[in-house]
């Protein structure tokens, strides 16, 4: 059986979900359209496939309605203010989660939680809610029943998927359907290559108006952001977050594109039920090779001020410190209690209770990674003392 998705029918179920039919600027149409035309086109999606997508696409279109609804009730939320944030990027696999994970420990940071984005946005969370929040143990209990059915998806993203764990951007961006996991999560290349060069202005001012929101009643002194898809819209996220602090992740891409292929093999077998290897290398080499491209070349314009380069075997080798020097360097408060907090949390969340990830390249995928990086490693070789082989 062919199971089609179309806007029409994700829209008319938001609309009924909502009982509300103004979703505000029409900035997301193009998003949505292209990322139905490749789930449409891309793979033959199963039911499971076509299911998931329903619910999670009608449930991003609800809640624009109810995000436009409350702004229009309270438009007091447009007036908050989103100074100096920490955001990290870099190639996937190169150690952004944990990197994030360690500096939203900070009690002064203030950080997207996966239960208050992943799902319903609305009603935002409150300093000091009268009852627990139904969405995080509803988010909870997916995960779980995603990782019983596929084990070795907690090696992989275990540590990005824990319900008040920290979340990417793209739980935001994924509003003006600006989501690259749902790209590398199906093998969805067409939609993958219209993110790589679409515009992300108006991706990037919804981002903010959803951080206003999830601060309104939650206000700390700074945010700490992450996502490796903040490469290919840098230059529109930092004209929307103009004093942002930019966090680079570095490791030998050869260890981070053998670790994305595999993960988005892996991904791809769960959800549509088969995937294409080489299809898989050749999309993810070319697609992240022209990111990083794009990034360095904004990057270098950076002050040194604006800019912390953070290699691969600084967190496991020194945690806390690492996390002080960064701190450091963009000079904010290292406080006591976040070195004890980032202690008790590695002590609770060891690398092997999330289990392991297995993963290499071929001799002609090492090959085809080295000659499209190529300009990375020249970079890696000039400004990283160590041995590149311990990245």
């Known amino acids: 059986m062919s199971y089609q998705l179309t806007p029409e029918m994700l829209i008319d179920q938001a609309r009924k979900m909502t009982g509300l039919d103004d979703f505000g600027a029409d900035t997301w149409m193009p998003g949505l359209a292209a990322l139905v035309r490749s789930l449409n086109t891309d793979v033959a999606p199963s039911e499971g496939c076509f299911n998931y997508f329903f619910t999670v696409l009608s449930q991003v279109l609800a809640n624009r309605l109810e995000v436009q609804a409350l702004v229009a009730r309270h438009p007091e939320i447009t007036k908050q203010a989103i100074k100096h944030p920490l955001i990290i990027t870099g190639?996937?696999?190169?150690?952004?989660?944990?990197?994030?994970?360690?500096?939203?420990?900070?009690?002064?940071?203030?950080?997207?939680?996966?239960?208050?984005?992943?799902?319903?946005?609305?009603?935002?969370?409150?300093?000091?809610?009268?009852?627990?929040?139904?969405?995080?143990?509803a988010y909870h209990a997916g995960m779980e029943g995603l990782f019983s059915a596929m084990p070795g998806l907690r090696g992989i993203n275990g540590v990005n998927f824990m319900a008040h764990g920290t979340a990417e951007c793209q739980n935001?961006?994924?509003?003006?359907?600006?989501?690259?996991?749902?790209?590398?999560?199906?093998?969805?290349?067409?939609?993958?290559d219209y993110l790589s060069d679409c515009d992300y202005k108006p991706v990037y001012r919804y981002h903010k108006l959803l951080l206003q929101v999830l601060q309104w009643k939650t206000p700390n002194e700074r945010w700490v952001l992450k996502a490796p898809m903040h490469l290919f819209g840098l230059?529109?996220?930092?004209?929307?977050?103009p004093d942002a602090r930019i966090i680079f992740t570095h490791r030998?891409?050869?260890?981070?594109?053998?670790?994305?292929?595999?993960?988005?093999?892996?991904?791809?077998?769960?959800?549509?039920?088969?995937?294409?290897?080489?299809?898989?290398?050749?999309?993810?080499?070319?697609?992240?090779?022209?990111?990083?491209?794009?990034?360095?070349?904004?990057?270098?314009?950076?002050?040194?001020?604006?800019?912390?380069?953070?290699?691969?075997?600084?967190?496991?080798?020194?945690?806390a410190e690492t996390v002080k020097n960064i701190h450091t360097h963009f000079n904010i408060p290292f406080l006591r209690?976040?070195?004890?907090?980032?202690?008790?949390?590695?002590?609770?969340?060891?690398?092997?209770?999330?289990?392991?990830?297995?993963?290499?390249?071929?001799?002609?995928?090492?090959?085809?990674?080295?000659?499209?990086?190529?300009?990375?490693?020249?970079?890696?070789?000039?400004?990283?003392?160590?041995?590149?082989?311990?990245?």
């Open 337 to 391: 209690s976040h070195s004890q907090r980032i202690r008790a949390w590695l002590a609770d969340n060891t690398r092997p209770s999330f289990g392991s990830h297995d993963h290499r390249l071929t001799a002609d995928e090492q090959k085809q990674a080295s000659t499209a990086f190529a300009f990375y490693n020249a970079w890696l070789k000039a400004h990283h003392s160590s041995d590149s082989s311990g990245l």
């Open 91 to 137: 190639l996937p696999r190169t150690g952004t989660t944990i990197a994030h994970t360690l500096l939203a420990l900070d009690p002064c940071a203030r950080f997207i939680r996966n239960w208050e984005s992943a799902m319903n946005i609305c009603p935002p969370p409150g300093l000091m809610p009268r009852d627990i929040d139904p969405r995080a143990q």
């Open 235 to 241: 230059k529109a996220l930092l004209g929307v977050y």
């Open 172 to 192: 935001l961006t994924a509003h003006e359907f600006a989501h690259f996991g749902y790209a590398a999560g199906s093998s969805l290349f067409s939609y993958g």
């Open 252 to 319: 030998d891409p050869l260890s981070a594109v053998s670790s994305g292929i595999s993960m988005v093999e892996q991904w791809t077998r769960f959800t549509t039920g088969t995937a294409n290897r080489r299809a898989i290398v050749n999309w993810w080499i070319r697609v992240w090779s022209h990111g990083l491209k794009q990034a360095m070349d904004i990057r270098q314009h950076l002050g040194p001020n604006r800019v912390y380069d953070l290699f691969h075997e600084e967190l496991p080798r020194s945690p």
